[in-house]
């Protein structure tokens, strides 16, 4: 593509001094020289150190994984975070992602399950950390990497494919739920609820305030707790139904309110202690 060019020209001038003018614009072409193609041996070179990125970046999400892991930083460091800052410059964010990229890397090279593909990057891998359970990670980068036509799945199919397990009803969950008899505890919904009793594909339960209802296994899951804790479980269940029960005979919006946020469970269910 022509361009124009303006050529500066120096002169003497009659005073002796030296004069300075714009002569006429110079025309001029860039033609690129053409890419020449990879000789064989600069293919053989390309893949030798494209497979040793690959592999430094692998080796430095498993060591990442590792030193976070054990705490091998508290000697120096109090948390992992001025470790990273201090020793790689590493924003709290990025090495984040590396340990769990690691985490990812280590499930799928120790599966008992043939997994010949591995993630090529961490932001590849990402979608993986959402789920909890090696096996759920395992069976959605298998999944995805047989989508994928045996080849390296993109971001977006293996987010896709973790999507579609997340939205799906628990394996785990269901087995929980499978094992409940009538008088256990459960939530349902994340509220706190006593089975009633138990039919092949649902359950009669009780909640905390009192409503009786039919739901799905899927719908329900066990509360574990330890054994010691029991009676002051029940108590505290008929103790937030009668309040329940007498609140609403007043209308009390306050008290309604209060008991829900007793009966309702955040964040993922965990093991309760004395």
Same mark, same amino acid.
């Not at 209802?213 to 108590?235: C, N």
């Given at each position: 593509?022509?361009?124009?060019?303006?050529?500066?020209?120096? +002169?003497?001038?009659?005073?002796?001094?030296? #004069?300075?003018?714009?002569?006429?614009?110079?025309?001029?072409?860039?033609?690129? +020289?053409? +890419?020449?193609?990879?000789?064989?041996?600069?293919?053989?070179?390309?893949?030798?150190?494209?497979?040793?990125?690959?592999?430094?970046?692998?080796?430095?999400?498993? *060591?990442?994984?590792?030193?976070?892991?054990?705490?091998?930083?508290?000697?120096?460091?109090?948390?992992?975070?001025?470790?990273?800052? #201090?020793?790689?410059?590493?924003?709290?964010?990025?090495?984040?992602?590396?340990?769990?990229?690691? %985490?990812?890397?280590? @499930?799928? +090279?120790?599966?008992?399950?043939?997994? %010949?593909?591995?993630?090529?990057?961490?932001?590849? #891998?990402?979608?993986?950390?959402?789920?909890?359970?090696?096996?759920?990670?395992?069976?959605?980068?298998?999944?995805? /990497?047989?989508?994928? %036509?045996?080849?390296?799945?993109?971001?977006?199919?293996?987010?896709?494919?973790?999507?579609?397990?997340?939205?799906?009803?628990?394996?785990?969950?269901?087995? *929980?739920? /499978?094992?409940?008899?009538?008088?256990?505890?459960?939530?349902?919904?994340?509220?706190?609820?006593?089975?009633? *009793? %138990?039919?092949?594909?649902?359950?009669?339960?009780?909640?905390?305030?009192?409503?009786?209802? *039919?739901?799905?296994?899927?719908?329900?899951?066990?509360?574990?707790?330890?054994?010691?804790?029991?009676?002051?479980?029940?108590?505290?269940?008929?103790?937030?139904?009668?309040?329940?029960?007498?609140?609403?005979?007043?209308?009390?919006?306050?008290?309604?309110?209060?008991?829900?946020?007793?009966?309702? /469970?955040?964040?993922?269910?965990?093991?309760?202690? @004395?």
């Amino acid at each position: 593509m022509p361009r124009g060019r303006k050529k500066i020209v120096e +002169e003497d001038s009659p005073n002796g001094k030296l #004069a300075v003018k714009e002569s006429e614009v110079v025309e001029a072409e860039v033609v690129p +020289e053409p +890419e020449s193609p990879l000789s064989e041996s600069e293919r053989e070179d390309l893949k030798r150190l494209e497979s040793q990125i690959r592999s430094a970046v692998w080796s430095a999400a498993k *060591a990442l994984w590792e030193i976070n892991t054990r705490r091998l930083y508290r000697e120096r460091y109090k948390t992992f975070d001025d470790y990273c800052q #201090a020793q790689f410059q590493f924003s709290s964010r990025y090495a984040y992602y590396q340990v769990k990229f690691g %985490q990812v890397l280590k @499930t799928l +090279e120790q599966s008992e399950r043939p997994v %010949q593909i591995l993630p090529q990057s961490e932001y590849q #891998a990402r979608p993986l950390s959402k789920l909890k359970e090696d096996s759920e990670r395992i069976d959605a980068w298998l999944e995805s /990497v047989e989508k994928a %036509q045996g080849t390296t799945p993109s971001f977006s199919l293996v987010e896709s494919v973790v999507r579609q397990k997340l939205t799906a009803p628990s394996k785990s969950r269901i087995d *929980a739920a /499978v094992s409940l008899s009538s008088g256990d505890f459960c939530l349902v919904r994340r509220n706190l609820a006593q089975v009633l *009793a %138990q039919t092949k594909d649902n359950y009669t339960i009780k909640l905390w305030d009192g409503t009786e209802a *039919a739901v799905a296994t899927g719908e329900i899951t066990a509360l574990k707790f330890d054994k010691r804790f029991l009676p002051r479980l029940k108590s505290f269940f008929e103790m937030l139904g009668k309040v329940k029960k007498v609140s609403s005979g007043h209308r009390e919006k306050t008290a309604d309110a209060v008991l829900t946020i007793l009966g309702h /469970v955040e964040g993922p269910p965990s093991e309760l202690e @004395t």
